[in-house]
């Protein structure tokens, strides 16, 4: 079933402007994880946070994580046009048998 | 650096016969995962291995598709009587054990005409 689903499903921002979206998801979790795909390419994971973490930054990408409202968000500061792309959460659930449950996704666009 | 290899990048198959979706893991990874991605959609869970096993098939159909990891060898997808509806790209991912971050190849694109 699919556990985590992204807010907005689709972005369109200036270039230079920051870039926020959402994640929910329904159960407990071990991690959540945050994927771009680029038009018809296979996902590049971004950034891994631990359900005990509550922030992470990696470059441009600030990740946080609230256990209590079952969220996440990312924020892509001073966003480039190579930042257009279609950007997933992954959660996983522990006990080692589920593989990544992925959202459908915020298609970001980014104006030049 | 060899990444997560799929092939082939693009299948086409009549109504009927059999696809078969190759992964190659990076080297030295044991846990495989397949997903399947409709147009404009996320990716849909199908089935998660490791060398020899099958972990978790709750994302794959009953009928017609099967997966297996040997021992020696890449990963295979095997979707037998393929139906239009199975026309998708197909994504291979792996990662050297549960829970980490995962690897992604380039997928196979399934077109069934």
């Known amino acids: 079933s699919q556990q985590g689903e992204e807010d907005p499903q689709a972005l369109s921002i200036q270039e230079g402007e920051n870039a926020t979206m959402n994640c929910s998801y329904k159960?407990?979790?071990?991690?959540l994880q945050w994927y771009r795909q680029n038009s018809g390419r296979g996902l590049v994971h971004l950034i891994l946070?631990?359900?005990?973490?509550r922030e992470k930054h990696s470059g441009r990408l600030r990740v946080t994580l609230d256990t209590s409202k079952k969220s996440s968000s990312l924020l892509i500061t001073a966003s480039r046009a190579a930042d257009t792309a279609s950007y997933f959460c992954?959660?996983?659930?522990?006990?080692?048998?589920?593989?990544?449950?992925f959202g459908k996704g915020t298609h970001l666009i980014i104006q030049p | 650096n060899a990444g997560v290899m799929q092939n082939p990048r693009h299948l086409v198959r009549r109504r009927g016969q059999e696809a078969r979706l190759r992964c190659s893991p990076v080297k030295g990874h044991s846990h495989v995962y397949w997903y399947r991605q409709l147009p404009e959609e996320g990716l849909k869970f199908m089935v998660y291995l490791q060398k020899e096993n099958i972990i978790d098939e709750s994302g794959m159909p009953k009928e017609r598709f099967s997966a297996e990891f040997p021992k020696e060898g890449p990963s295979i997808l095997r979707i037998q009587q393929v139906v239009r509806g199975d026309s998708a790209a197909y994504f291979c991912a792996s990662s050297p054990k549960g829970e980490t971050e995962a690897f992604f190849g380039q997928g196979t694109r399934l077109t069934v005409v």
């Open positions: 992954a959660t996983t659930s522990g006990g080692g048998a589920d593989g990544l449950t």
């Open positions: 946070i631990r359900s005990n973490e």
């Open positions: 159960t407990s979790i071990n991690n």
